[in-house]
């Protein structure tokens, strides 16, 4: 199959741009990082459940196919309020950051091991912070699916790029957390980070709004 990759990069860069919000799954995969604690296998069972999630997104809206004009029109009009609403949160993160307390020590100590966690611990903890995380059904089966809609036959194409784009961030973020330690607590490098959350989530606004006319 030769993948539309105007159409595969949409999904990817929307399914990034959902994805970066440091939220509580992504805080999860940074403390295990941090902490040295079964990491890899913390960063599979997010991305995989992610891509489960997109999978019943827009396989699942791929079967309304039929939709009229202005019901697909409220459905990616939706996506864009969505999207607009993230990314001016991220935005306000970058105009007044807050350091991230929730990844460190909050007993103040900064030597003290962590508690270990055994891999099915880290298995089924990764699965809570992915399913049952309201956020993360909103973002993948809902926001995601209904953007697919807007690439008609393409959506297929879209939701492979989105589920690419969670399986490249949840490795890369692994990676940061791994490598960096605990220098990603920095304010710096999380306003960074909520900014380019936000002109992503606006960029893909933008052009989902493209698609409506």
Sequence with gaps: ??????????????????????????AHVLRMGLQRQHLWLTVAVCAVADIVLISLGVLGLAQLGGLSDKLLGALVGA?????????????????????????????????????PVTRRQAVLSALAFSVLNPHAWLDT??????????????????GLGAAAGSVVWFVL????????GRR??????????????????????????????
């Design 1 to 26: 199959m030769v993948l539309a990759f105007p159409t595969f990069t949409a999904g990817m860069v929307l399914s990034m741009s959902l994805i970066m919000a440091i939220g509580p799954q992504n």
């Design 184 to 213: 990603l607590n920095s304010l710096h490098i999380w306003r960074l980070l909520d900014g380019a959350v936000a002109l992503m989530m606006w960029g893909t606004a933008a052009w989902l709004l493209t698609s409506l006319f």
């Design 173 to 180: 973020l692994g990676a940061a957390a791994f490598w960096l």
């Design 141 to 158: 089966a809902v926001l995601i699916g209904s953007a697919s809609l807007a690439y008609g036959q393409g959506s297929t194409t879209f």
């Design 79 to 115: 996506g864009m309020l969505f999207l607009g609403v993230y990314g001016w949160q991220a935005f306000q993160r970058f105009l007044k950051p807050q350091a991230p307390v929730s990844l460190g020590d909050e007993s103040g100590a900064q030597h003290r091991a962590p508690a």
